[in-house]
């Protein structure tokens, strides 16, 4: 597939008044994919997400992960001539990104209504924790906290032990939904001319990523549980220990994946049709049986020899890896999944984005210093140095 200006969305202007995870990552993805993203922040620090730790090179992860390819210019809001300046960057743009806290977007003169009245073409995402409407509208909302309000830490982790998911699993659910409706807004309006307001709650986001939990739930009268590892409508689906003290995964989808397996790696063809083995539904409710099988057989050989094996059989399987075999792991490289993406602080390695476009490279951009381009962006739009300066003495950058 080609593009006729290279990038998918080569042309498209995005303003993002923006912090934290769920915004962030909807815009760094349009970045990725050809959109110039001006990046609004706060002068007295800038997004909140820069301060989180000093891990990449003094950079904080978060930041570096969340913001490549985009423009950061600082401009103090609660003043009038820096509301002004985002005025004028807004009536330049396609697409409008903000998560303030419920309501604050609104109160500087941003909310959707308002700008879309200006602007009919404008497409508006507003991003919050629950919504704009309904009794939790105006709750603080952070990732954790929305994982455990929405059930999600309530299937996760052991039995014993709710936990949140390892990664901020609401924040990129918001994000990932934020991405594809201003896609689908960006194609609506090339036919029809109008843009689209859009609103993303990490909630219904994370409600909607709860699937079949939700539905087994309804249908059961039965919260599912957290089941650590495994599954808690097949068996075997699990870690089982290996000669290596490695874990390793075991995925039997269907009973006649469990047929090659009993015969292929448990070596007991018969349990194929023994009724107390045979099907998943009672393997399921004997899953301490089944597994106490499995685990004793993967016990008595190394992880690889493990793998090995189930490979050859088309059966499911994985290494319980760590964050650190991610970075050197060999189907990364051999798929060059790896670029160079400069910071302020030295070059780091970044994955390219998992979508890709046959014939095109994405680009990976710079990060970018906190206000680095405030004033290129003012040049750009008719600020002389004069101007400039008189905007910094009022405190507006």
Partial sequence: MTFAKGLPLDGVTVVA????????????????????????????????ARGYDRTVHGMASHFVWLNRGKESITLDLKTAEGRAVLAQLVAGADVFVQNLAPGAAARLGFGSAALRERDPRLITVDMSGYGSTGPY??????????????????????????????VPTSDIAAGMYALSATMAALVGRAGSGEGAAIEI?????????????????????????????????LAPYDAYPTADDRLVLIGVQNDREWARFAAGFLDR???????????????????????????????????EEVIARLDGLGIASARLNEVGDLLGHPQLAARDRWRPVATPV????????????????????????????????????????????????????
């Fill in 269 to 303: 063809p018969e349990l194929a049709d023994d009724p107390l083995w045979a099907t998943n539904v009672v393997r399921a409710r004997r899953r301490r049986v089944v597994d106490a099988l499995v685990g004793g057989r993967t016990a008595t050989m190394t992880v």
């Fill in 17 to 48: 008044l923006e912090h934290a995870v769920a915004a962030p990552l909807a815009t760094r993805h349009l970045a990725d994919l050809g959109a110039r993203v001006v990046k609004v922040e706060r002068p007295d620090g800038g997004d909140f």
């Fill in 137 to 166: 509208r105006d709750k603080r909302a952070y990732d954790m906290l929305i994982q455990c309000e929405a059930g999600l830490a309530s299937v996760t982790g052991p039995a014993e032990q709710a936990v949140k998911t390892g």
């Fill in 346 to 397: 030295g070059e780091v390695r970044g994955l390219l984005p998992p979508f890709g476009f046959a014939g095109v490279e994405l680009p990976m951009g710079p990060v970018p210093a906190l206000g680095e381009h405030t004033e290129d962006v003012l040049a750009a739009l008719g600020y002389g140095p004069e101007r400039i300066a008189a905007l910094r003495a009022a405190g507006a950058l």
């Fill in 201 to 233: 709650s990490m909630f219904e986001a994370t409600a909607e990523w709860l699937g079949y939990q939700l539905y087994y739930t309804q249908g059961s009268g039965v919260s599912p549980g957290r089941a650590g590892l495994s599954h808690p409508s």
